[in-house]
């Protein structure tokens, strides 16, 4: 590859510092809009769109400018820019809560898909070649500028904190002598985001400068990774031998279904870093060339046990985001290899060769699938919804285990529309489920602050037993629990379900009262007491397990009144008139 290719004009160099000072000041802006509640950040659409473009059209610019970019690129990126904003704003638009868990989820993941979609985006445009008139990508150029993308990102990225390291150094040194305001200057936004995107710039500048070093780092990258492919593929092929006799039981037992997707993506990404060269310069020795092969061509096994796994996940609790992400990721690994399978049964030991084709149809429908993700397309959001609701009504998911929180605050719009369906099917039936779902959507609509809870009742939640029954219970209790759960604990209201037992704590028939709150993985314990005529209330714990399955048993038996109780070891010790207690 021409060295000459990552030079740049001290025009085009200056510009692009330019650029990210900009750049800096515009994510400032959205920082501040986010801070003091201005009025693009009530709306998720316009910020998603806004974050799209103040990142997206510099990243572009600053990693794929060179002295050859055409007015072409120019245009092409900023209408792709563009493009990934509408995505951004539908994305946005489906956000319902403007709290810091929703925006930090729908952020997470859409940023995590458009970096993968950007970059794959940048890689395929510097691979496209003009022959005959006619556009192509070439592979190997492909590979080379995506190991070049990823030395020149680590080199910037460990630039820019060394770079921030040396600030927080400096500030600490000067308020080591009662000098404070570094500390203040280097920790304010109007200083911190400008900084970074100069640094980060400057850092893939310099590294783009020495073009010689970058291609020294690849060459050393892809040797390593040949000579790692050889292990990987041993214990591929050591492992399967090992499933022959131990079977397939303990992989779910265990969990190892995940391992063994772990395992394959190590595979994709080290055979396709070793084997850069299209004509496989570097598997010089024939047999090693048959062991790849033979240990490649097995693969798709491994595909198909962790599709199974997955499968069964599905089947038991229907789909959710997670389990789409992972359908999807599966799908392509399956595509990868079960194409290299192919290419191994025609082409023999010379399979290697056509990875280019290969991998380049792939990354280009792998790109397209990705935006469709992002778009009512492909709305993962969207078919959870439909699954967890298949599943409702089928009987596999009661209705009382449903996780309203989820609905809520991880599938936005479609998961609210959800709730209110919910609602209108069984609020009349089940008065408790009724409740819970108002609580949550007043959480989502009121998302900057604490819950309006005044009109709800956390009594409507209890649930009556063989032992015990809700009208039983003494009113002057029943408010007691209301006053606790509004103004002490308002997480009972996001409980799936509260259990009350009486017991007899000290023996003489006067009735206590456990409070146990049922949530996706945990439980939690509180005691209801008499003192003076008035209701109060203690937390309480078990001792020696936090195991959701033990403590299942134990709120069971608990409920059937199978319990003795014990006199503490310790006696309190009172020191003027304040108790010191063992714990």
């Known amino acids: 590859m021409p060295l000459d290719h990552f030079k740049l004009t001290k025009i085009q160099y200056k510009s692009l510092l330019l650029i990210a000072l900009l750049q800096g000041f515009a994510l400032l802006l959205l920082h501040q809009a986010l801070k003091f509640k201005w009025i693009i950040a009530e709306s998720p659409a316009v910020l998603f769109a806004c974050y799209c473009v103040a990142i997206i059209f510099p990243t572009l610019s600053i990693y794929g400018v060179t002295q050859q970019t055409t007015r072409k690129y120019y245009w092409f990126i900023s209408l792709f820019t563009l493009f990934c904003a509408a995505l951004g704003a539908y994305t946005g638009s489906q956000i319902t809560s403007l709290s810091s868990d929703s925006l930090g989820i729908y952020s997470f993941t859409y940023g995590l898909v458009m970096t993968v979609v950007v970059f794959k985006v940048l890689l395929f445009s510097q691979a496209l070649i003009n022959d005959t008139k006619k556009y192509s990508i070439d592979y190997r150029l492909l590979i080379q500028r995506a190991c070049h993308l990823f030395i020149t990102l680590l080199f910037a990225a460990l630039f820019t904190l060394v770079m921030w390291l040396i600030l927080v150094l400096w500030a600490e040194l000067f308020a080591a002598i009662n000098i404070t305001v570094f500390q203040h200057l280097f920790y304010e936004p109007w200083f911190f985001y400008p900084m970074l995107t100069l640094s980060h710039t400057l850092g893939v500048l310099k590294v783009r400068d020495n073009a010689s070093v970058v291609n020294t780092v690849n060459r050393l990258i892809q040797v390593l990774s ?35 997707f772990t395992l394959l993506i190590a595979i994709l990404l080290t055979l396709n870093t070793a084997l850069q060269s299209s004509e496989g310069q570097l598997l010089k020795h024939h047999w090693t060339r048959i062991a790849l092969t033979l240990g490649v061509i097995f693969l798709p096994v491994y595909v198909a046990i962790s599709g199974y796994g997955l499968y069964q996940r599905i089947e038991q609790y229907g789909l959710s985001v997670d389990r789409l992400w992972a359908i999807f990721i599966w799908t392509f690994v399956a ?12 082409f023999k030991v010379k399979w290697y060769a056509y990875l280019g084709n290969i991998n380049t149809k792939l990354g280009l429908i792998l790109v397209a699938a990705l935006l469709a993700t992002q778009s009512p397309l492909l709305d993962f959001r969207k078919l959870s ?7 409702i009504d089928s009987g596999h998911i009661d209705i009382n285990d449903v996780d309203l929180d989820y609905l809520a605050f991880a599938l936005g719009r479609p998961g609210n529309e959800a709730l209110k369906q919910l609602q209108q099917e069984y609020g009349n039936t089940h008065p408790a489920l009724n409740t819970r779902i108002d609580a949550v959507l007043k959480r989502v609509t009121n998302s900057y602050g604490n819950p309006n809870i005044e009109q709800l009742d956390v009594t409507t939640l209890l649930q009556s037993n063989a032992y015990l029954s809700i009208e039983q219970l003494p009113l002057p209790l029943l408010s007691r629990i209301q006053n606790y759960a509004k103004h002490t604990n308002t997480h009972l209201f996001n409980s799936k379900k509260l259990d009350i037992v009486a017991v007899d704590i000290h023996g003489d028939t006067q009735k206590e009262y456990i409070l146990i709150a049922h949530f996706e993985y945990y439980f939690e314990y509180v005691l209801f007491y008499q003192l003076d005529g008035n209701w109060l209330e203690k937390s309480m714990d078990i001792t020696h397990s936090r195991n959701p399955f033990i403590e299942k048993h134990v709120i069971d038996a608990l409920i059937e009144q199978q319990y003795t109780t014990q006199a503490p070891n310790f006696k309190d010790i009172i020191v003027n008139g304040e108790t010191m207690q063992v714990r």
């Open 226 to 260: 040949l000579a790692l492919l050889p292990l990987l593929v041993m214990l591929s092929s050591l492992f399967l031998i090992a499933l022959l006799f131990q079977g397939l039981q303990p992989i779910w037992d265990n969990g190892g279904s995940a391992l063994i």
């Open 385 to 391: 919804v439909s699954s967890q609701l298949a599943h």
């Open 335 to 346: 595509a990868y290899f079960i194409c290299y399978s192919a290419a191994i049964i025609k």
